[in-house]
């Protein structure tokens, strides 16, 4: 390395599209997803651990499997909206109200 250059960064996605505000945001969404998909798919072994460490007793085991899960589809749906808003300000363009 020259004396000059500088180490290389870090970051998540391709710069160039991060750079904007859309690519940010589009990437966001994604992690997201991806986030609340992997707790979805262990919110049993979250509740299970949370009997192990005391937190709860082992008879609302499964009425904790189900908030964690009511929980987590709550977010879901919120980036769902979050994505359709989104989408609708990118089809109707800068410039134009926010109700059509």
């Known amino acids: 390395m020259k004396p000059g250059d500088h180490a290389p960064k870090v970051?998540?996605?391709h710069p160039s599209r991060l750079r904007d505000e859309h690519?940010?945001?589009v990437t966001v969404f994604v992690l997201g997803?991806?986030?609340l998909f992997v707790l979805m798919l262990t919110h049993d072994e979250i509740a299970q651990d949370m009997v192990a460490r005391g937190m709860i007793d082992a008879s609302q085991t499964e009425a904790a499997e189900l908030a964690i899960?009511?929980?987590?589809?709550?977010?879901?749906?919120a980036l769902t909206v979050g994505v359709l808003r989104f989408m609708r300000r990118l089809h109707r363009g800068p410039g134009?109200?926010?109700r059509g």
Do not use: H, P, S, Y
């Open 11 to 13: 970051q998540l996605g």
């Open 96 to 98: 134009k109200g926010a």
């Open 69 to 77: 899960g009511a929980v987590l589809f709550l977010f879901w749906g």
């Open 33 to 35: 997803f991806f986030i």
């Open 23 to 25: 690519g940010l945001r």
